[in-house]
T-cell receptor, first 115, second 112 residues
Framework: GAVVSQHPSRVICKSGTSVKIECRSL??????MFWYRQFPKQSLMLMAT?????????EQGVEKDKFLINHASLTLSTLTVTSAHPEDSSFYIC???????????FGPGTRLTVL | KNEVEQSPQNLTAQEGEFITINCSYS?????LHWLQQHPGGGIVSLFM???GKKKHGRLIATINIQEKHSSLHITASHPRDSAVYIC??????????????FGKGTLLTVNP
């Protein structure tokens, strides 16, 4: 089956630093990738839709200058949390849409802890 | 009212029992997904359905488009099936770009 990887799986950083999370589709090309955030015991919340070669589309209430998304190739999208604060601590998950059947495959997630 | 409703919210079963999780939705969809999330967070895509029924091992997913309802069945349940099961739909609206709308999930606990 299709595989999506995320790196790192877990990151701890100090308040004010920036953190980059990578999402890769390993065996298929993904023109569209999605970034989600999940707080404990809550459902996934879509943050933004990342389209290869164009600007990401952000959901209402998500600061585009704080959560920078780059989708430079058909297999890689990155999410950079800039000037991270403790309230940004969360579980970040990406998914990638394959273009034959439009099925989405999810990455394993990245747990971010901001001290 | 959420566009995607799952029931039950929590489910506890004994090993070997047959399990059913239900999902109802209120919008037109192009596809419905069943996802599994284990403690620790990683999400696995179990099924994508647009009609009928799919089977994979002990898992069966069905969908009734007219009734806007889907069920996920687990036969011969096992403690390793313990996880949160999430129903998600791709709304059939123009320009949705395949964004998913998620149910709140069903926490399944299978006791040995």
């Amino acid at each position: 089956g299709a595989v999506v990887s995320q790196h790192p799986s877990r990151v701890i950083c100090k308040s004010g630093t920036s953190v980059k999370i990578e999402c890769r589709s390993l065996d298929f090309q993904a023109t569209t990738m999605f970034w989600y955030r999940q707080f404990p015991k809550q459902s996934l919340m879509l943050m933004a839709t990342s389209n290869e070669g164009s600007k990401a589309t952000y959901e209402q209430g998500v600061e585009k200058d704080k959560f920078l998304i780059n989708h430079a190739s058909l297999t890689l999208s990155t999410l950079t949390v800039t000037s991270a604060h403790p309230e940004d601590s969360s579980f970040y998950i990406c998914s990638a849409r394959e273009t034959v059947y439009n099925e989405q495959f999810f990455g394993p997630g990245t747990r971010l802890t901001v001290l | 009212k959420n566009e995607v409703e799952q029931s039950p919210q929590n489910l506890t079963a004994q090993e070997g029992e047959f399990i059913t999780i239900n999902c109802s939705y209120s919008v037109g969809i192009s596809a419905l997904h069943w996802l599994q999330q284990h403690p620790g967070g990683g999400i696995v895509s179990l099924f994508m359905l647009s009609s009928g029924k799919k089977k994979h091992g002990r898992l069966i997913a069905t969908i009734n488009i007219q009734e806007k309802h889907s069920s996920l069945h687990i036969t011969a349940s096992h403690p390793r099936d313990s996880a949160v099961y999430i129903c998600a739909v791709s709304p059939n609206s123009g320009g949705s770009n395949y964004k998913l709308t998620f149910g709140k999930g069903t926490l399944l606990t299978v006791n040995p």
